[in-house]
């Protein structure tokens, strides 16, 4: 009942006339940006970061919380119309979505994203709304050593479970510690690899990470490797009788609701995220079906859409019950979050229901009507989504390019901040070429001076016995965890690659549009 009546204030707060126009703002700017071919969720939360600045703490956290809902769907609209995921938990959309779009129903395939992405993103804010605070009770009981128990959990899980190989997830693990690192060590006083440049004093920004590493070096590898010429986007139909129809809705809402049961809990634990969740849901409704459906399957079954596209945006949902709870990111998209919540000097975690309810039920109240906002946006608007598409690369790219730059120099109006991104993003193509994930550096940089805190305070408390960091029965539990976490993990990305490796399941022309290099050996 303390969750309804909080989520009551929420609602209050989040329908104030400036803050729903934050929400509007977000949720539309956030699926244009996504809709383009190439842009991830990942990329669009940390190009759109330095919309941010200039609101308050909950106007900018709203905003950006529309931004990460409309981000997440834009998704579709590409793998759809356009046979090209910007991420590979777009793959799966494609498959069934861009034959239905072939066949003359591009329509129906964009309806049942939006409206499973709507059911999905709703009843895993439910769920959210009644998890969350619970979980936040009982960490906050939580001492320095069980901090950093979750913390060496996250790290080691974000390493070994992002990528298709554990030594390149831990490489790029380590290089975000370093960036961490960088600046003025709190205790002593005395700096550490700034080679005596004073505007490395305070550190790197994680936000000149993030968006170095996925709108600087993602556009710069995406760009790299896109095909010349005029992009062809197949026309949708316009009409209401184009969209679902009453068999289609039949047909529908039980994937809807298994996409949503497979996704929110796979969100909540960094064991592959939202691509694993997709390409089981994908394989339960194949394994499902019967009679015609089981044929259309490869032919573009709607079940195809519906399902992966809810376990998509459900795993979305479920990503933050342990970013608010715990502090703890699961995915890229969660570690840009994050450094969105520092830029206010607020850190997530279980203290943040405590010490500053307002802003974090305004924040979920939020997600209720940025849901609702997706689904009134995208029904209408798909013809001008088609639109946005054609945008020529070259000024996609460069704009891209110039928006990242802005935003880094407006952090401290330095240009030494440009040139630390300019190179993070030299970083992050080369990383993306030769096959390392760079989800992990953006973790690193973020929770890495996070860990340096809890374990000095550890060894404070302890008088410097390594013992003390496994002396509580929850640090104890936490890395009992660590090794049934990380074995589930690789057992989720086991069964994906099975799947994505069934000649009936996924085209090769689907995972190539996405698929990383692997790299030289």
Do not use: C
Not at 224 to 246: A, C, D, E, F, K
Not at 376 to 389: E, F, I, S, Y
Not at 436 to 462: T, W
């Amino acid at each position: 009942m303390d969750s309804l009546n909080a989520l009551l204030e929420g609602f209050a707060t989040a329908l104030q006339p400036q803050y729903l126009l934050y929400a509007f703002f977000g949720v539309f700017i956030g699926t244009a940006v996504g809709v383009l071919p190439g842009i991830g969720p990942a990329m669009t939360v940390a190009l759109l970061l330095p919309l941010t600045y200039t609101l308050d703490a909950t106007g900018a956290l709203i905003l950006f919380a529309g931004i990460y809902y409309g981000a997440m769907y834009g998704g579709s609209t590409t793998s759809i119309l356009l046979n090209t995921p910007g991420e590979s938990a777009s793959i799966v959309t494609a498959l069934e979505g861009h034959k239905m779009a072939k066949a003359g129903r591009g329509a129906a395939a964009l309806a049942t994203a939006a409206i499973g992405s709507f059911v999905a993103g709703t009843v895993a804010t439910v769920l959210l709304t009644f998890l969350a605070p619970t979980l936040a009770q009982l960490a906050v009981q939580l001492g320095p050593a069980d901090y950093f128990a979750l913390i060496v959990v996250a790290f080691l899980t974000v390493g070994a479970l992002l990528g298709s190989s554990v030594s390149r997830g831990m490489t790029s693990l380590g290089l975000g510690l370093l960036l961490g690192l960088v600046g003025t060590e709190v205790l002593s006083g005395q700096q550490r690899y700034t080679f005596g440049v004073p505007a490395l004093a305070d550190g790197i920004d994680v936000v000149l990470i993030a968006v170095g590493l996925f709108a600087i070096g993602e556009s710069l590898y995406v760009a790299s490797r896109m095909r010349h010429g005029p992009v062809q986007v197949i026309p949708v139909t316009r009409g209401w009788r184009n969209y679902l129809s009453g068999k289609d809705l039949r047909r529908s809402w039980k994937p809807w609701l298994r996409g949503t049961a497979i996704g929110f809990p796979i969100g909540t634990i960094p064991a592959g995220g939202a691509d694993v969740a997709t390409f089981l849901s994908y394989a339960t409704e194949r394994r499902l079906a019967r009679g015609p459906a089981k044929a259309e399957f490869g032919r573009g079954a709607i079940e195809g859409v519906a399902g992966p596209e809810s376990a998509n945006n459900a795993a979305a949902a479920g990503v933050l019950v342990p970013l608010l709870t715990l502090g703890l990111p699961t995915t890229a998209t969660a570690a840009i979050i994050i450094s969105a919540f520092q830029s206010y000097g607020i850190r997530p975690g279980p203290l943040l229901f405590e010490n500053q309810p307002e802003l974090v039920w305004a924040l979920i109240a939020s997600l209720y009507i940025g849901n609702v906002l997706l689904i009134v946006l995208n029904l209408p608007l798909v013809g001008m989504w088609a639109k946005v598409l054609q945008i020529p690369r070259p000024y996609l790219y460069a704009g891209i390019l110039a928006f990242a730059g802005l935003g880094a120099y407006a952090l401290r109006f330095n240009i030494v901040d440009i040139l630390i991104l300019l190179v993070i993003g030299v970083v992050g193509f080369l990383m993306r070429r030769y096959g390392y994930p760079v989800a992990p550096m953006v973790v690193g940089g973020i929770l890495g001076p996070m860990a340096e805190e809890q374990l000095r305070k550890a060894m404070a408390i302890s008088q410097g016995d390594i013992l003390y960091l496994v002396h509580s029965p929850f640090a104890i539990f936490a890395y009992s965890a660590l090794a049934v976490i990380i074995a589930t993990g690789l057992w989720l990305k086991r069964r994906k690659a099975k799947i994505e490796a069934s000649p009936k399941l996924v085209p090769t022309s689907a995972i190539s549009a996405i698929e990383e290099p692997k790299g030289r050996r």
